[in-house]
T-cell receptor, first 117, second 109 residues
Framework: DAGVIQSPRHEVTEMGQEVTLRCKPISGHDYLFWYRQTMMRGLELLIY????????DSGMPEDRFSAKMPNASFSTLKIQPSEPRDSAVYFCASSPLDRADLLNGYTFGSGTRLTVV | QKEVEQNSGPLSVPEGAIASLNCTYS??????FFWYRQYSGKSPELIMS????GDQEDGRFTAQLNKASQYVSLLIRDSQPSDSATYLCAAHRDDKIIFGKGTRLHILP
C-alpha cells in the first residue's frame, strides 16, 4: 500500500485566494482525519470522517474552512478566503474501523505545508 | 487546561543514556495512549501504544501508563543520535486522538 497520500506537498498562495488540500486514505480505512500543526498550537484535530460522513467538525476554526469526503478514497480540505494565520502544515491521517486496530493509531500522510502571504 | 500536556523541552540526553519523556492527560475517559515520533519536516510516526496500566516494552522503548495519576511516560534505553526528534504523546477516546504539543529530544553524541 502506498500509504496516505496528500497533495500538494507545498502550497504558497496570496491572502484571499482559495486553497484546496487533497488526501487519499489507505484503502480499507474507514476513518479519515484532518489535522493542522503549528509551533504555537501543536497538532490540532480539525475534522474527522467515518465511512465518508463527517462526525466531528468542532475543531474547524472558522466558516472559511470546509471539508468533504465524496467517496472512500478521496477527501478535500478547502480554505476560502485564505489568511496569513492559516499558514501551517496540514496533515491527513486514516485508520481502520475495527476498534482493536485503533491501538495501531493513525497513519499520517506527508502533509501539506501551506504558506499564505 | 489542555487535554494532553507535555514539557516542550528541549530535553538533552547523552548518547547511551536513558531518555525519559512524560505526559499527563485530563480526560479520564481516555481509552488508549500513544507515543509518536516526528522528525523535523516529516509526519508523525507511531512508535508505542498502551491501554492498560503498567509497562509495554518494544525493543529499546518502554511505555508506562498510570491511569490513577493520568500519567503516561516513554523510556528510551541506550539513546542514539537518531532518536533526536520531537515526541508526541496522544490520548484516544471515542474515535479521536488528541495530541500534546510534543517534547523535543536531543541526544548528545
Amino acid at each position: 500500500d502506498a500509504g496516505v497520500i496528500q497533495s500538494p506537498r507545498h502550497e504558497v498562495t496570496e491572502m484571499g485566494q482559495e486553497v484546496t488540500l487533497r488526501c487519499k486514505p489507505i484503502s480499507g480505512h474507514d476513518y479519515l482525519f484532518w489535522y493542522r500543526q503549528t509551533m504555537m498550537r501543536g497538532l490540532e484535530l480539525l475534522i474527522y470522517f467515518n465511512n465518508n460522513v463527517p462526525i466531528d467538525d468542532s475543531g474547524m476554526p472558522e466558516d472559511r474552512f470546509s471539508a468533504k469526503m465524496p467517496n472512500a478514497s478521496f477527501s478535500t480540505l478547502k480554505i476560502q478566503p485564505s489568511e496569513p494565520r492559516d499558514s501551517a502544515v496540514y496533515f491527513c491521517a486514516s485508520s481502520p474501523l475495527d476498534r482493536a486496530d485503533l491501538l495501531n493509531g493513525y497513519t499520517f500522510g506527508s502533509g501539506t505545508r501551506l504558506t499564505v502571504v | 487546561q489542555k487535554e494532553v500536556e507535555q514539557n516542550s523541552g528541549p530535553l538533552s540526553v547523552p548518547e547511551g543514556a536513558i531518555a525519559s519523556l512524560n505526559c499527563t492527560y485530563s480526560d479520564r475517559g481516555s481509552q488508549s495512549f500513544f507515543w509518536y515520533r516526528q522528525y523535523s519536516g516529516k509526519s508523525p510516526e507511531l512508535i508505542m501504544s498502551i491501554y492498560s496500566n503498567g509497562d509495554q516494552e518494544d525493543g529499546r522503548f518502554t511505555a508506562q501508563l498510570n491511569k490513577a495519576s493520568q500519567y503516561v511516560s516513554l523510556l528510551i534505553r541506550d539513546s542514539q543520535p537518531s532518536d533526536s526528534a520531537t515526541y508526541l504523546c496522544a490520548a484516544h477516546r471515542d474515535d479521536k486522538i488528541i495530541f500534546g504539543k510534543g517534547t523535543r529530544l536531543h541526544i548528545l553524541p
